[in-house]
């Protein structure tokens, strides 16, 4: 038999590689393999690793090849699995370049789906290994899915202290699960079973972490159209439940029938039936939506099944629900304001954004690598080191060290923006419970409240007490997203 024909020690080697081949690139298995493979020095940089791993699996490979033992075909069981890997590694990293290309390609291009120009090269790469046509193609995808993900975790969601990279490792889980073995098995195509929840304050980027989610979604390869029919910006739709009131939300999420209601002048096309076969809907601010709409979520949710207002024909929907919520809804459900079956159904894993306190007291750091993504991002292009410490400096000076940063990395950008514009950042602290309603009262008895100012004021004290703005519409009879204006009115009076 050929294998016979590789040594122990390659099949140590080989293992070593095939273990690597689909670890999480953001946990730190993968990076004590790279060293064991690579056999670099201790101190190496990060690209003299990669270097010097490439290197030694493509030797491994030439020899493979050249004893004629570079083909799956000659192996069974789990050496035909070590194999397998081994070569994929390879291949996955000699087209790595045309899949960062690709994807800032489709970047560009929008909803229209890019050409795939090296598809022919790489699955005839594969096939030379052994691999049938479907395999080949199943892998393809699952390449261009593993690489998307680590672009889009990596550059979402700046970060170095512990608590973000251990939510990366996190969010990369969430889209390929804990052991890629279950989800090449079939769950690659099964991911939309699984409902993510994100919970976090305001601002930490639980919409950042939902959109890295959802443009890592797999994409199945075309062989017709030698491509992917499915560009990945339309693989990610969100709504913010919280700006609707509740018939126009059952309008946007599940669209309606001419003449369901007056003023329904052509059919509408709801968010669900706009979502791609493998793609995520992300519901922000799940906390807020009204019982009868959490009940209709959460037959779409059980029974994968929706009708739109006024129709009484079924429309399937085949894609993933990622929610997030910055409202404790252990409480709420404890008061009946939202449902346990509905919480239940959404939280096949509950993901918690770290708030941005926490992560500078784990490493200071974490300020100057957010100023830096913040600054270049305004700027379009890298701000020298000058700039972003003259920033620092800033708010240092305005606001010091301890600031606990509510609105978290939100905030950090606005003051960011702020002080480009102004050279400051001078903080106004929300004031909640009695500071407020004394403020409130002492302002109506000098008469010196506006209209709108008084309604801020009312609205941002009634939110602090009941907690949703539902009910402070109820309360207000105001509806909610007039409630939501005049509440953050009163955040940023
Ligand atoms: N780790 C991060 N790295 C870079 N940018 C971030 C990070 N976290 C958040 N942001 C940015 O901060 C802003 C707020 O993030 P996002 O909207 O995702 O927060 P959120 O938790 O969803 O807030 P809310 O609960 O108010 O909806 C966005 O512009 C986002 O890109």
Known sequence: MTVAKITDQEWTFLETVARAAFANPFGDTRDDLDILIGGASPGSS????????????????????????????????????????????????????????????????????????????????????????????????????????????????????????????????????????????????????????????????????????????????????????????????????????????????????????????ENHEGLFSRCAPHGVIFLDEIGDVSVPVQIKLLQVLQERVFYPVGSHEARRFSGRIVAATNRPLDDMMLGGRFREDLYYRLCSDVVTIPPLRERLGEDPEELDNLIAAILSRVAGQQVPARERQLVKKVIRRDVGVDYDWPGNVRELEQAVKRIILTGRYQVVRREKGPGRVDRLAAGMREGALGAEELLAAYCGLLYDTCGTYEEVARRTRLDRRTVKKYVQMGDHA
Not at 86 to 110: E, K, N, P
Request: one cysteine or more; glycine letters at 10%.
């Open 46 to 265: 990060p690209d003299e690793i990669l270097i010097s791993v490439l290197t030694r699996v493509a030797t491994q490979v030439e020899s493979l090849r050249a004893r004629g033992v570079a083909d799956l075909r000659a192996v069974e069981g789990n050496r035909r699995e070590v194999l397998r890997r081994f070569f994929l590694f390879h291949v996955f990293h000699r087209y790595v370049d045309h899949f960062d290309r690709l994807i800032q390609a489709q970047l560009q291009a929008g909803d229209k789906p890019c050409r795939v120009g090296f598809a022919g090269d790489t699955l005839g790469e594969m096939a030379r290994f052994g691999l049938s046509e479907d395999e080949a193609e199943r892998t393809f995808a699952v390449f261009y899915q593993l690489r998307r993900a680590f672009y889009f975790i990596r550059n979402g969601l700046v970060g170095s202290s512990p608590s973000m990279k251990a939510l990366r490792r996190h969010l990369w889980d969430c889209v390929f699960t804990h052991d890629i073995r279950w989800f090449e098995a079939g769950l690659w195509n099964r991911m939309e079973e699984f409902s993510i929840l994100l919970l976090g304050e305001t601002g930490t980027g639980k919409g950042a972490a939902a959109a890295a989610i959802g443009r890592s979604g797999f994409i199945p390869y075309d062989r017709a159209a030698n491509g992917f029919p499915e560009s990945f910006t339309r693989n990610f739709v969100a709504i913010n439940l919280s700006q609707y009131s509740e018939g126009v939300l059952e309008s946007e999420l599940f669209g309606h029938k001419k003449g369901a209601f007056t003023g329904a002048v």
